[in-house]
Nanobody, 121 residues
């Protein structure tokens, strides 16, 4: 299972960014996909998850309303749209795959390398 996150970068506070997670080596539409992030000196935290069919989504309270997760199974890709970026969104963002509940962070089994998002104020 290979997951590749991309789309990070250095942005200004208030900007928007769209992260992508491309997968290969799996039957993509059989996996729930989640986004996590890890800020410097902090533990990794769950950000958002999406059901394999795209119909169910879950968000951390801290990002609800600003982050939107979506997927395109034809392209084996999951997206994370981030609006109104804040300095506290600075982190390495990772995507992961799960055969369990898309809302249960501890069930994610497969991890990709992360993409750095840095928000300057």
């Amino acid at each position: 299972v290979q997951l590749q996150a991309s789309g990070g970068g250095l942005v200004q506070a208030g900007d928007s960014l769209r992260l992508s997670c491309f997968s290969s080596g799996i039957s993509f539409d059989t996996y729930n996909i989640g986004w996590f992030r890890q800020a410097p000196g902090k533990e990794r935290e769950f950000v958002a998850g999406i059901h394999r069919g795209g119909g169910g989504k879950s968000y951390a309270a801290s990002v609800r309303g600003r982050f939107t997760i979506s997927r395109d199974n034809d392209k084996n890709t999951v997206y994370l749209q981030i609006n109104s970026l804040k300095s506290e969104d600075t982190a390495v963002y990772y995507c992961a795959a799960s055969t369990g509940s898309y809302a249960a962070a501890y069930l994610y089994e497969y991890w990709g390398q992360g993409t750095q998002v840095t928000v300057s104020s």
